[in-house]
């Protein structure tokens, strides 16, 4: 299946709009934002598709039991509903799909990326009840259900002597939507995490997400995916487009937005918004904004 397109200007401007109005509220929506991701990337995802991928997490949120309990019950309901009965999971495949990072595509399908099957459970959980976060370990993102804890005593199921697996096995409990709604134990965390970073877990790895934190790692994700695919540069200029958006983003972003016009053979745009970057970069990095201003005027030059 070949991966999906964008919108006509027009829906895709107002699509934007929305995504940056919802982005600054009080209290982002982040299965609306997620939707609205989608629907940036693709163009048969109307208003009507939009609001069905919303009805059917309310759905799947109506089918799990009344207030299970302890998080340890929490997570065995969902992974019986959306693991097993459902069938959400996802696979080393999935990585090479944009459709894996689109939330309407993740409902269809139900594969996807670890991040967005976790959106799948964080979404359906919050309309459940359930104390639920999302926790972004390096290289894999799974759910958290109980308490939080802080930054200094967040730790996973299976960090302690428990005889069920856990220091708090009634407090919180970590599991993986990729693998079905596993429960984590804390050797399984500290395997991620290792795998990923080659480094041992750090309990500031285990604090809540926020919202608009997710959804810049998916579109991050999605700019992994078209950098794979240079014939692709229109998805990675919507991500950027996009994460350029949310109110807290890493400032380097417009240098790579930039550079990336260049690439496509946008010179003077490319050009003008390296100058622009070159001007915020002067007050701390002299050197690094004549380099910059440097490859504006290379940019420039292709024009003659």
Known sequence: MSSPRPPLPERSAE?????????????????????????????????????????????????????????????????????????FHGTPGDYRRLESSLLHEVLRRRRGLPILLSVVWLEVARRAGAPVYGVGLPGHFVVGLGETGTAADARPAGAGPDARGGAFPERRVLVDPFDGGRVLTGADTELLVAGATGAPLDPSMLVPADPLDVVLRILNNVRAWAEARPERSDVALWALDLSLLLPSRPAELRYERARLLVRRGDFLDGADALEAYAEVVAAVDGPAADRIRGEARAARSLLN
Do not use: N, Y
């Open 15 to 87: 699509l934007r709009r929305r995504f940056a109005e919802e982005a600054r509220s009080g209290r982002p929506d982040l299965a609306t934002l997620c939707l609205l991701v989608g629907a940036v990337a693709d163009g048969t995802l109307d208003e009507t598709g939009i609001d069905a991928a919303q009805i059917e997490l309310d759905a799947l949120a109506g089918r799990l039991p009344h207030r299970p309990g302890t998080p340890h019950a929490w997570a065995s309901a969902l992974r019986d509903l959306l693991g097993e009965r459902c069938g």
